[in-house]
C-alpha cells in the first residue's frame, strides 16, 4: 500500500504547469516558448517519481518522517501566497 495520498502527489502540479504553458503558448498575441521549463518541469516529474518509488519502498516506522517530506515539497513546490 502507498504512503503517498492525494494531496501529497505533487506530479499533479507539474502537469498543471504543462498545461498552463500550454494556454499560455496557444493564446498569446506575441510568440512565447517555455521549451526550457518543459525541459525542467520534466526533471522534476522524474525526480518525483524516484522520491515517490523511494517512499513507498520505506519501513512503516519513518512514516512520520516521509509524511514530512511530502508537505514539504508542496510547501516548496506550492508556496503560500
Known sequence: MSRRCSP???RATVDDARS???EIE???DVAVEFDA???RLT???ETLEAVYAKIDAVADGVAV???ELQVRLGNTLNPAI
Do not use: G, N, P, V
Request: hydrophobic letters at 30%.
Open 37 to 39: 521549463e518543459r525541459e
Open 65 to 67: 518522517d516521509t509524511e
Open 43 to 45: 526533471d522534476l516529474a
Open 8 to 10: 501529497h502527489d505533487y
Open 20 to 22: 498552463l504553458f500550454d
Open 26 to 28: 496557444s493564446e498569446a
